[in-house]
C-alpha cells in the first residue's frame, strides 16, 4: 500500500489520542518521526517514551540507537547504558549504539570489544 510512514504516523497518532499515557504509542510516533526525518518531532516523541517508563530496557536501547543515528549520540548512549544496567541479559542488539558510537569516532578496537561482548 502506499505511504507506510504516512499511515505509521497516523496509526501512532491514533494510539496517543486513544491512551496519551501509552508508551508503546509513543515509541510508535518516536520511529515513524524519525523514518519521516523529522528530527524534531522525533526528539520529543522519543523522549516522552523514554520518560513515561524509564525503566523499559527496549524502548531506552532502541530510542538511544535512533538518538544516535540522529546526531545526539550523547544522549542516546546513556539511555544504551542505563538499558544495559537494567538488564545483564540484555539482547545484543543493545549494545549496537555505543559499537556505532566507538567506530565513528575512529575508536575500532573498542568498537570491536562492544560487539563482541557477551552480557
Given at each position: ?16 489520542a486513544?491512551?496519551?499515557t ?20 522525533f ?9 513515561m ?7 531506552l536501547a ?5 538518538s544516535?543515528?540522529a546526531?545526539d549520540w550523547e544522549w542516546?548512549?546513556?539511555h544504551?547504558r ?8 540484555h539482547?545484543?542488539w543493545?549494545?549496537?549504539?555505543l559499537?556505532?558510537?566507538h567506530?565513528?569516532k ?5 568498537s570491536?570489544r ?6
Open positions: 500500500r502506499p505511504d507506510p510512514l504516512g499511515r505509521s504516523l497516523d496509526a501512532a497518532r491514533r494510539s496517543i486513544a491512551d496519551p501509552s508508551q508503546r504509542g509513543y515509541y510508535a510516533l518516536a520511529e515513524a518521526q524519525f523514518f519521516r526525518r523529522d528530527l524534531s518531532a526528539r520529543s516523541a522519543s523522549r516522552k517514551a523514554v520518560d517508563n524509564p525503566r523499559d530496557g527496549t524502548t532502541y530510542m538511544g540507537i535512533l544516535g543515528y546526531g542516546g548512549t546513556a544504551i542505563k538499558a544495559l544496567s537494567l538488564n545483564p541479559h539482547p545484543g543493545y549494545r549496537f549504539g559499537c556505532l558510537d567506530f565513528r575512529g575508536e575500532f578496537e573498542d570491536g562492544v560487539s563482541l561482548k557477551r552480557r
